[in-house]
């Protein structure tokens, strides 16, 4: 850990915050990390996209606060147990990252139709190859199907003290809103964590004043990062 070397990118417009400038601290791109350098990072708050690990470091803000779920802990609330029931009908399979035709066909349906206001659209094939579908030993997608339709994808990193949830793209179709594929997602991750006697999810960054970021509060208990330490988090108001 000693020898690795970290950068930081010059002030850009923050993605959450309007009027707001951010910094990121990213690991040397040269730098292919193991598992074990992961592993350590994530503990430190650092996040995966693509081949880069960085995490947000805003001399004048801390808004961006690193969470995880501790599964033994977490219980679904009603809401949650419901959604589950609703979608107990998907197959679920882990398949690596590799590059398929279909996933892409769902992701760019996805983004051009939910994200057309983000720095990922327009989609194309290279953008989602550096980002989702660069094969890493502890790289995952897991597929949602309903019969033979692709419902869902779950990019999932596999760490050694947990899951790590990177990205989740899905049929925008309104006929299947209800099902909340997105929030299933990440209960079928939890799932899957204590399955396999892993004791975390992380979720990435809890913005409480960004809307699209607050909803990771819903799953309780939710534990923060706070100066090196995780700690349990209060929850100012938690959808059920």
């Given amino acids: 850990m000693h020898d690795l070397r970290f950068f930081l990118t010059v002030p850009h417009p923050c993605s959450y915050l309007p009027g707001r400038e951010a ?4 690991l040397d791109p ?4 193991t598992a074990d350098i992961y592993d350590a990072l994530t503990l430190l708050g650092f996040r995966r996209s693509g081949s880069n690990l960085y995490r947000p470091h805003c001399d004048e803000c801390r808004a961006c606060i690193s969470v ?6 977490f219980a679904p609330t009603r809401t949650q ?9 998907l ?5 690596p990252a590799e590059f398929r035709d279909e996933h892409y066909a769902l992701y760019a349906r996805y983004i051009a139709q939910r994200h057309t206001d983000g720095d990922m659209y327009p989609p194309s094939q290279d953008q ?4 989702l579908a660069r094969p890493r030993s502890f790289a995952s997608l897991i597929e949602f199907r309903l019969g033979e339709h692709l419902m869902a994808v779950a990019a999932t990193d596999w760490l ?10 899905f049929d925008p179709d309104p006929i299947f809103e209800r099902r909340s594929l997105g929030v299933f997602a990440v209960l079928k991750q939890i799932e899957l964590a204590r399955a396999r006697n892993l004791p975390h999810v992380y979720l990435g960054y809890w913005i409480q004043q960004c809307q699209k970021m607050r909803y990771k509060q819903a799953y309780q208990p939710l534990e923060y990062l706070d100066g090196g330490r995780w700690q349990r988090l209060i929850p100012v108001h938690a959808s059920a």
């Fill in 23 to 26: 910094t990121t601290l990213f």
């Fill in 30 to 33: 040269q730098t292919r990390p």
């Fill in 68 to 73: 995880r779920i501790p599964v033994r802990d």
């Fill in 81 to 89: 147990r419901k959604l589950i029931n609703r979608n107990a009908d």
């Fill in 91 to 95: 197959e679920v399979s882990v398949r």
């Fill in 128 to 131: 989602y190859r550096q980002f």
């Fill in 160 to 169: 050694g003290h947990g899951l790590s949830a990177i990205y989740t793209f």
